[in-house]
């Protein structure tokens, strides 16, 4: 099946943790760290988060760099919350903006439906919406080069489809507990052979944080 080269970019703390409980996350990383993620956004031809990460955090998903241009953005929002105020949704007319939601749904009376955004069905599974045909969709638009960027949920979903072929890690030098919020979400493996498995290709200093590159064991790469 056709789909993107897929890059998991991971902003963490040294055990894994990508927020508090109550959900504070700015910042985690220094800026050295969010300078490079801000080059990685201009690499790809779109960038995609889950919809907790859209609601909480309210980003814009953009590079923030003169010249650069900024990739589409994606939303994995099955019951479509994404609120009409965020700032997603108020630049739709100036970034393509488009939502991927719960094919099942009528999305008659939404208000997102009355907005710049572009609501795209697609089927579920077990998961929540089937990343299978999510990526034949969006590589069917276009999307050759896709950053996903989180939150936990949504990486799971991609590791556990085996469809991450690269990882770009950045560790602060700090831990935030068992209670924090994962950087990836349950695989509900059952035995050690089924673990996704990686090369380690880069491994740098960044300010006070440490970058990691991985690559798929199979030598695909985005």
């Excluded at 719960?102 to 919406?129: C, F, Q, W």
């Amino acid at each position: 099946m056709p789909r993107p080269q897929i890059t998991l970019k991971l902003a963490t703390s040294l055990d894994g943790k990508i927020a508090l409980a109550n959900g504070q996350s700015e910042w985690i990383t220094g800026e050295a760290s969010r300078a490079q993620g801000r080059k990685l956004r201009a690499r790809h031809d779109g960038i995609a988060v889950g919809a907790n990460t859209a609601v909480l955090d309210n980003p814009q998903l953009t590079t923030r760099i003169a010249g650069e241009p900024d990739p589409q953005r994606i939303i994995f929002d099955s019951r479509l919350r994404l609120p009409v105020e965020s700032n997603l949704v108020k630049t739709a007319a100036q970034i393509p903006t488009l939502i991927l939601y719960d094919g099942t749904m009528n999305v008659e009376g939404y208000s997102l439906a009355n907005t710049d955004v572009t609501l795209l069905p697609i089927k579920k599974d077990a998961r929540g919406l089937d990343v299978v045909d999510a990526m034949a969709v969006l590589h069917g638009r276009g999307i050759k080069r896709l950053l996903v960027e989180g939150g936990g949920t949504l990486a799971a979903s991609f590791i556990a489809a085996g469809f991450i072929d690269v990882i770009e890690w950045f560790r602060a030098p700090i831990i935030l507990g068992g209670d924090g919020r994962n950087g990836i979400g349950p695989l509900r493996l059952e035995t050690l052979d089924l673990a996704r498995r990686y090369d380690r290709v880069e491994l740098r200093e960044l300010g006070d944080d440490i970058y990691e590159r991985y690559q798929r064991l199979d030598g695909s790469s985005a």
